[in-house]
């Protein structure tokens, strides 16, 4: 009897312990931007209209895409400025040989020639979750008008985080010099929608000094895979507004170094909750992502 007592004395101190372990975990919650990598790639083919649509359906606040050209001019959504053989089919249906695939040079066919290759077929292992269906490579003007659309369906704004691919050795060769870049993009963008709806963001710091220079209004991020954060301030000779590291490179004195300029930090691409949680923690702006489904979870509503 006095043990049973015990035991039920201390089932209210058990259960309050519970519930406040679940009032904790519950309110551990972050605002922050939450950016659909390519979309959603983890659960659609990657830069096209359905994972650009799968990604606003889940709610993010941006969407982030990349840009090439073709030959005659036309700016569409691209990670590489050729068919990748690990997610395109040709215009015949068959498999590209990953050796020969920088054959199929985007800025040497037009956009009909393009719009052929189906990129949403072809089972990628990376991503297990996506969706497959037959998709192409879209128009920038045509995601821009598909965002907007459901935009005003759904009143929510959404932000475009566009990436403008480009290296030196490509010049004239997979793309335009950045000069001719900057203005093809920026004249279509200023034609489409709101300009302050917009960052851009390049690897090529080439490009993001001629933005700064031509559109010093315009809202920028550099993006960095290897380079410390002083080292990329400097070789990029002016501070931008956001900072987008690979995010293994991100400590919590690297995102305090950066608040302390005013710059916002947003790393690439987390996928792991784990990892969402930590770079959370230290602080972080927003979370570029290929599973924003996942991202949800950690997101104050």
């Given at each position: 009897?006095?043990y ?19 009032a904790?975990s ?9 950016q659909g ?10 830069n096209t209209?359905q ?5 606003l ?15 005659d001019?036309?700016?569409i959504?691209?990670?590489?400025p050729?068919m990748n ?6 215009a015949?249906g068959n498999?590209?040989e990953k050796?020969n695939e920088?054959?199929?040079?985007i800025?040497?066919?037009?956009y ?12 990628n292992?990376?991503f ?15 995601v ?25 050795e490509?010049?004239?060769?997979f793309h ?5 870049f ?5 004249d279509?963008?200023l ?12 690897f090529?710091?080439?490009?993001l ?5 031509a ?5 920028l991020a550099?993006?960095?895979?290897n380079?410390?954060f002083?080292?990329a301030?400097?070789d990029l000779?002016?501070e931008?507004?956001?900072?987008s ?6 400590n ?8 302390e ?24 702006d927003?979370l570029?992502?290929?599973y924003?489904?996942r991202a949800l979870?950690?997101k104050?509503?």
């Amino acid at each position: 009897m006095k043990y049973l007592l015990m035991l039920l004395l201390t089932l209210p101190t058990v259960n309050a312990q519970t519930q406040n372990d679940k009032a904790i975990s519950k309110s551990t919650t972050y605002k922050f931007d939450l950016q659909g990598h390519r979309g959603a790639r983890g659960l659609a083919p990657e830069n096209t209209l359905q994972a650009f649509q799968k990604a606003l359906e889940l709610g993010v606040n941006t969407l982030e895409l990349d840009l090439a050209v073709t030959k005659d001019k036309q700016i569409i959504v691209s990670h590489e400025p050729w068919m990748n053989a690990d997610i395109c089919l040709d215009a015949d249906g068959n498999d590209i040989e990953k050796a020969n695939e920088k054959s199929f040079n985007i800025y040497q066919m037009t956009y009909e020639e393009v719009k052929r290759f189906d990129c949403g077929s072809k089972y990628n292992p990376a991503f297990p979750e996506q969706k497959l269906e037959s998709a192409y490579k879209p128009l920038l003007r045509e995601v821009l008008q598909m965002a907007d659309s459901l935009r005003k369906n759904h009143g929510k704004e959404i932000a475009y985080n566009i990436e403008l691919k480009s290296l030196p050795e490509g010049d004239d060769l997979f793309h335009p010099k950045p000069s001719e870049f900057v203005k093809m993009v920026m004249d279509l963008l200023l034609e489409e929608t709101d300009i302050n709806r917009v960052n851009l963001q390049s690897f090529d710091f080439r490009v993001l000094k001629e933005l700064h220079k031509a559109y010093p209004n315009v809202k920028l991020a550099a993006l960095v895979y290897n380079t410390d954060f002083d080292t990329a301030l400097n070789d990029l000779g002016f501070e931008p507004e956001i900072y987008s590291p690979y995010f293994p490179l991100v400590n919590k004195k690297l995102v305090a170094e950066a608040h302390e300029k005013g710059i916002q930090v947003i790393p690439w691409t987390v996928n792991e909750l784990e990892q969402m949680k930590t770079l959370l923690k230290y602080g972080v702006d927003g979370l570029i992502t290929d599973y924003p489904d996942r991202a949800l979870k950690l997101k104050t509503k």
